[in-house]
């Protein structure tokens, strides 16, 4: 979904409620074709990041054909190889400071760019298209030692059913746990129309034969084998902290807990650092 919506906060946000409500609900129904494109346009565009972050020495980028289109990788380091999937509106530039941290552990970090994200291709969006390009990530390895994974970047991860993850231990940073409800509670705060929304989404669901109600981030933690351990920020605006300290009481994943680190700023964290440390170890 759009950050224009997603990270939307303020009081003004809340006085332009029902306008937004009305003028959707309205589109939809002069123009039906018109507003499913707008709203496809909206709901699924993310924000390509812009920022320069310099690039560590030694990186490796190389593109990768998949189902979703080319794929951008980086790769840094040598040794068993951890994955890093980047969240909405993200990149991999974001883990370029972790990337680092990796490669000098004796490992190879390799991250990607999503869908529409970064220096991939694509236009659209969505945590199906999400999964499709991590496991086409995943089909062109040998073997890994384990997947970071930030934001909705961890619904990815624990949505995968690819066999390389099976028992390999998982990073969350910041991971969005309860994505369908927070997803569907933030459009229906922001006023857009339901109905739109519901559109959008079930012809994502139709195309990748994967509906929305079936997703379910923390069921699938719940389940999965193999250690985890989730860094997160008590304060975190983006993601439910509740939802990661309800993980906790699993008997395989640990939480570690940050505090004024927020959503972001916890990739470039000594506290994500030493998570590394102690799950490779």
């Known amino acids: 979904m759009s950050s224009k919506i997603y990270f939307r906060q303020g009081k003004g946000f809340d006085l332009r409620r029902g306008m937004i409500n009305l003028t959707t609900r309205l589109h939809h129904t002069i123009a039906p074709g018109h507003a499913r494109k707008v709203a496809k346009n909206l709901l699924l565009t993310p924000d390509r990041s812009k920022r320069l972050i310099e690039e560590p020495a030694g990186l ?18 040598q040794g068993p190889t951890w994955i890093l999937g980047h969240g909405w509106s993200g990149s991999s530039s974001q883990f370029f400071s972790l990337m680092e941290h990796i490669a000098a552990a004796g490992y190879t970090a390799l991250a990607f760019d999503n869908p529409a ?18 496991d086409s990530v995943l089909d062109q390895q040998a073997s890994i030692a384990g997947v970071i994974a930030h934001s909705m970047g961890g619904a990815m991860v624990l949505e995968s059913r690819h066999a390389l993850l099976e028992g390999k231990p998982v990073l969350l940073v910041a991971p969005v746990l309860n994505y369908t409800e927070n997803l569907v509670s933030t459009v229906r705060r922001s006023g857009y129309s339901m109905k739109l929304f519901d559109e959008v989404v079930g012809e994502i669901a139709e195309t990748y034969q994967y509906a929305l109600d ?18 997160h920020d008590k ?4 993601a439910s902290f509740a939802h990661s300290k309800q993980a906790e009481q699993y008997d395989h994943v640990k939480l570690l807990a940050t505090e004024g680190l927020g959503h972001g700023r916890i990739l470039n964290s000594d506290p994500l650092r030493q998570a590394f440390d102690s799950l490779a170890s």
Request: proline fraction near 3%; charge should be positive.
């Open 117 to 134: 994200h970064g220096e991939s291709e694509g236009r659209y969006g969505h945590l199906p298209g999400f999964v499709k390009a991590f």
């Open 235 to 238: 304060a975190d605006r983006f």
């Open 60 to 77: 490796v980028r190389r593109q990768i054909e998949t189902s979703e289109g080319k794929i951008m990788t980086y790769q840094l380091g």
């Open 214 to 231: 079936s997703i379910d981030p923390l069921e699938r933690l719940k389940a999965r084998l193999g250690s985890a351990v989730i860094v």
